[in-house]
């Protein structure tokens, strides 16, 4: 029998992890997005990023002459020198993941990822922060998370009630279009954002310089820093990372100033000691991450929507508490509130003292205007189910009163009493957050706004629940 001789099978050649592509994918996605948001709603930027004596100092007179007048957006010089760093660091992480020895090519991957961050979210937000500081309170920044926040935080230091008085004599009234200026009357947020920020608030007063998103900068900063505890694969750890740091649509509110990060920041802190504890069995862990839990819902209610979830994955290491069925969950009760109530103390003491000053006020500021009653309610705005009632015109303006709770329960109440279910079976953080994102999500399209921030929130959670669950297998 003749003998055949078998061809070599050539060794495949590499590709980059999808890590990489994922790098590039974000970083594109961000760098357009908020160019596209600077040339829309910022029409002198070349000329104050030029006439900053910092920002248009970063040039000489002949490099902004050979850049000309007409350029890419976001049409001036700094910001494009930006983008180039940032997309130069994307395109070097897809060479340096080919290379050898992994250890430093794990090493460059963190510095390139680094790198990017800063120049497409980091610097870009010190850009408008300093260019605010130039063109006045009012401009390049967000009404409610920054202008409003430092207003608050100036209440609170006069000992004024920020819940009561109206935003008519603060910058509030120069920003926005004048038919939808009701947040002029209503802070809709919850208090340990004031009260956190009112030390950094007291220490830029001291210097001459103070800009809310410094404490949202320096928050997702340790976020971003702790956030790869959560998994333990080091592409999940990078992705994680990118995924909070470049999401598209949150890193443009970073930028400008919503305050979505702030609560994203106290629920990664929470979820970071939670997963602490179950590595380390220490208690205090368990603990650290019971407060945390508790000052985030003190931040904003859309850490609410958590509570169900967190309750069960708080008894992660006693699973015969949850116990079996829907009478298990009720026997749980007991034992989920006697490990949670911490949260609820820090809450109420945080939240109480503003309840106990004004019920009223503070109700007609976070629930009321939300809900739209009242002459200065909230409009009916965003991208959800909403439109399909202005469209069909059940309502006769943007301020006319449709019962969205209604719609809220009736897509919401089915999801929680499953979501519920599935987390008692399945009581893992991943499903935790993807049943906080989902439940989250349906609620929001069925309110009477769905802002586009809250996509970028949720699309956190949906990308960290993906994440820590896939890294399990």
């Not at 009321?368 to 006769?396: D, H, M």
């Not at 609620?443 to 769905?450: A, E, Q, V």
Request: with cysteine; hydrophobic share 50%.
């Amino acid at each position: 029998m003749a003998r055949t001789r078998s061809t070599p099978i050539k060794p495949a050649v590499g590709l980059p992890g999808w890590d990489a592509l994922l790098l590039l994918l974000l970083t594109l996605a961000l760098v357009r997005i908020d160019s596209l948001a600077e040339a829309a709603v910022l029409p002198t930027l070349r000329q104050d990023v030029l006439r900053h004596p910092l920002l248009g100092g970063l040039l000489s007179p002949a490099g902004i002459s050979a850049m000309g007048e007409r350029s890419p957006w976001p049409g001036e010089p700094v910001g494009l020198l930006l983008i180039a760093l940032a997309i130069g660091c994307a395109f070097a992480y897809l060479l340096v993941d080919l290379a050898r020895p992994a250890f430093w090519r794990s090493r460059a991957k963190w510095i390139l990822l680094t790198c990017v961050l800063a120049t497409v979210l980091f610097l870009p937000t010190l850009k408008l922060v300093l260019l605010r500081q130039q063109s006045g309170p009012a401009s390049y920044t967000h009404d409610g998370g920054v202008i409003q926040t430092e207003a608050t935080i100036d209440f609170l230091l006069q000992g004024r009630n920020p819940y009561i008085e109206d935003y008519t004599q603060t910058p509030m009234a120069e920003w926005g279009f004048d038919e939808y200026r009701t947040a002029l009357y209503h802070y809709p947020y919850l208090p340990w954002t004031f009260i956190f920020s009112a030390p950094f608030y007291l220490l830029g007063q001291a210097v001459g310089f103070y800009d809310q998103r410094l404490v949202y900068l320096l928050l997702l900063a340790i976020a971003l820093a702790l956030a790869p505890r959560l998994v333990r694969s080091e592409q999940a750890k990078l992705a994680a990372v990118m995924l909070l740091g470049l999401n598209p649509l949150m890193g443009l509110d970073v930028i400008f100033g919503q305050n979505d990060s702030f609560v994203l920041a106290w629920m990664i802190f929470s979820l970071v000691a939670w997963t602490e504890w179950r590595k380390r069995g220490d208690n205090r862990w368990r603990l650290a991450s019971v407060l945390l839990f508790g000052l985030a819902c003190a931040s904003k209610p859309t850490a609410w929507f958590f509570a169900p979830f967190y309750g069960l994955l708080i008894l992660a290491d006693r699973p015969e508490l949850a116990g079996k069925g829907w009478s298990g969950i009720v026997r749980a009760v007991p034992s989920i509130l006697g490990r949670v109530w911490p949260a609820l103390l820090v809450f109420g003491l945080l939240v109480g003292p503003y309840l106990v000053w004004d019920a009223g006020a503070f109700y007609d500021d976070v629930w009321r205007w939300s809900s739209g009653q009242g002459e200065t309610g909230y409009q009916i705005w965003g991208w959800g189910a909403s439109n399909f009632v202005l469209a069909l015109g059940l309502v006769a303006d943007r301020f006319g009163q449709w019962p969205f709770w209604l719609l809220e329960v009736l897509l919401a109440l089915p999801l929680l009493l499953w979501f519920v279910r599935r987390q008692q079976q399945h009581n893992r953080p991943g499903l935790a957050l993807w049943h906080y994102a989902v439940l989250l999500a349906f609620f929001f399209y069925g309110s009477r706004f769905l802002n586009e921030n809250y996509l970028g929130y949720l699309l956190a959670f949906f990308a960290l629940g993906y994440l820590i669950e896939k890294d399990q297998d």
